[in-house]
């Protein structure tokens, strides 16, 4: 039986590019997720007797808004709904079910690197049948019907048993619970040479992979341990937890810590790798060396031919405008295209669809490829491993080599979280302001040859995203870019990318923060970011 439910609208479902993203005890109020699941379908078109694809990463409410949304989507008249077993779907892994199975389109359910539990982060995306995160488009559609939803539509099915592989009906609806990790264990395998890997172990490579307590446990265990042969206990953390063991599921050197100061100890692995609640991020250390997130979308590129799955070349790079230059320079010596695009996974879509990049990342560890609509945090893992197998060098040596033939940008991300929101838009409105001026001026000896607020002319569809960023170019290639974060929950985060580009090879091993230290002193002249933002240091910095 289908039952119409009256409800209420909640002023606050504002979907951002990575979905609808609250506080647990907040989707846990009454008719929160289902208002917020019934505004998605009352967005969409011409799903009757359709597939959607359920999933999220296990993190605490995922089984129980799961159960709602199978409600909801028979109660909406979706013909069909795959769920991944026990509720699990890594971002990437999901992405992949939409597009091989050429369903209408899915809900992750996921709040990404933010930590899990009773009283941290929950979230609800919806992607369309292209696999990727919905267009803003859809996502301002959904917004609007969430303002003016009056009731939602629930079929009474019971509890569906999402544990039990296999498929049964609910109401007029057919539940197919499958393996969340065989499809896409299968995509990688056409994509990387598996037969090198494992002769890679055999050897004796030692992986250190760090699940974090997120989704990627059950792909990881799988892909490196039981496909490829490392042995028992290469993967750690690799059970999900709905708390993720209490710790942020973010691999960065802050939360992954213990990985890079195991990686830089004596008895270091080979290649150290990590990723995120979802799936999506990647952090990659080899011994004796971090690879930063936009070195690695350089050094995947330059090398991607010698894997399979990419041996016939790329078609183009695309990195978001705060990523660091690197892979311009191996895009001009590929001769391919380089495409510049604002921050945010979802502007690399229009670019893989249409053919014209092949290979796409973001600085803040996010890498992949059109093998999915998502960052792919394993993929760039394997990726590296397929390369580090081909070439049979180290992960530094590898690194140090690219920096001699490209030379070396030295990047480093500085926040200021939680700022106060009017300081932070007075930061930016009287940069802004000032911008026109700077073009030619010099700063602690730097000399500015550009300024400007990066507005993204999209090359496929035409449309036209302004304010993305404040650029500011210095003669040389090296770069400040200063921008507020879009993903925050309390206050403004100014987020502030310094890169300097260092082509000389006598000088590619000197500490980044030192390395850029002019730079810094220099965006602080021109920004006022001490005086604006009333503190004296970032509160992260990467
Ligand atoms: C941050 C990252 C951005 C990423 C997004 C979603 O956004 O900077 O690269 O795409 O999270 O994972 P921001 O908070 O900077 O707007
Ligand atoms: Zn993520």
Known sequence: MIR??????FTDQKPGT??????????????????????IFDALEGFQGKTLVIGGDGRFYNREVIQKAIAIAAGNGFGKVMVGQGGILSTPAASNIIRKYKTFGGIILSASHNP?????????KYNAGNGGPAPEKITDAIFAKSKEINSFKIADIGTIDIDTIGTVKAGDMTVEIFDSVKDYAELMESLFDFDA????????????FDAMHAVTGPYAKEIFEHRLGAPNGTCRNFKPLPDFGGHHPDPNLVHAKHLYDEMMGADAPDFGAASDGDGDRNLIIGRGIFVTPSDSVAMLAANAKLAPGYKDGLKGIARSMPTSGAADRVAEKLGIGIYETPTGWKFFGNLLDAGMATICGEESAGTGSNHVREKDGLWAVLLWLNILAVRGESCKEIVTEHWATYGRNYYSRHDYEEVESDRANALVDELRAKLGSLPGTSVRGL?????????YHDPVDGSVSEHQGIRI???????VVLRLSGTGTSGATLRVYIERYEPDTARHDLDTQAALADLIAAADDI????SHTGRDKPSVIT
């Open 18 to 39: 990575s979905g609808l993203r609250k506080k647990v005890p907040e989707f846990q109020q009454e008719h929160y997720a289902e208002n917020f699941i019934q505004s």
């Open 4 to 9: 119409t439910v009256p409800t209420k609208p």
């Open 197 to 208: 890997l494992k002769k890679l172990f055999k050897s004796g490579f030692r992986l250190r």
């Open 527 to 530: 920004a006022g970011i001490k």
């Open 116 to 124: 899990g539990g009773p009283h941290e982060d929950f979230g609800i």
């Open 473 to 479: 170019l210095f003669e040389g290639g090296s770069r």
């Open 447 to 455: 000399k500015i040859t550009k300024a400007d607020d990066f507005a």
